[in-house]
């Protein structure tokens, strides 16, 4: 049973989610100023926060399993250092397939310094909306890994979600360990959405 303090947090994020949606929306041409207010509501009133994405192989090994699992994922309006933080596990666009997704745990964000372990490349300082990722499982080479030590910096705009909760198999199942800031914003949207059964009937294993 969500409570009533959860209730209200909740419908503050749908607040905040809304409304973040609506201006974007207005500031790239896509609705009117006389668009925004009814933009809003029927943003607020219809459907939910999060949506479902499959994930398979074993670059997020083993905070998600090289068989797969089915993630719930919180819908970002727009991915930038305010939203999200380093340490979170995101879903961003593929940089060499556009039409592909990967998830990918948030390593460095703008303003960060990167240093290799390989003395012959040259430090560099992360620009304005860019961002590093890297994939968890330590074992996997670059190319293998398929994260920013391979194709580099990405666009903070490329990131569309942020990995709330994974469903591996029926009985193994739970949140994701994101920033200690992004699991407390997201817990009233975790509480209100996670849908257990739902994801156990989408799960394609």
């Not at 009533?4 to 503050?12: D, E, G, S």
């Not at 949506?51 to 819908?75: Q, S």
């Not at 596990?89 to 964000?109: G, N, T």
Request: proline share 5%; net charge negative.
């Amino acid at each position: 049973m969500v409570s009533n303090t959860t209730w209200l947090r909740y419908l503050a994020r749908r607040f905040e989610y809304s409304l973040a949606l609506s201006y974007k929306s207005y500031e790239n041409g896509k609705i009117s100023n006389r668009e925004v207010g009814d933009n809003f509501w029927k943003t607020f009133f219809q459907g939910k926060l999060t949506f479902l994405h499959w994930n398979k192989g074993e670059e997020m090994a083993p905070t998600i399993a090289p068989e797969g699992g089915t993630l719930l994922v919180r819908k970002l309006p727009d991915a930038d250092p305010q939203r999200v933080f380093v340490g979170d596990v995101v879903v961003m666009k593929d940089p060499e397939k556009s039409d592909s997704y990967l998830v990918r745990r948030l390593a460095a964000i703008e303003g960060y310094e990167m240093v290799s372990k390989d003395e012959k490349d040259e430090p560099f300082v992360l620009e304005k909306d860019q961002c590093w990722v890297l994939a968890d499982n330590d074992k996997l080479k670059p190319k293998e890994a398929k994260d920013s030590r391979f194709f580099g910096p990405v666009s903070m705009n490329d990131i569309i979600g942020r990995v709330l909760y994974c469903l591996r198999t029926a009985v193994d199942h739970g949140p994701i360990q994101n920033s200690q800031f992004s699991m407390q914003k997201d817990l009233p949207v975790l509480e209100v959405e996670l849908d257990v059964d739902e994801m156990a009937k989408n799960h394609k294993a």
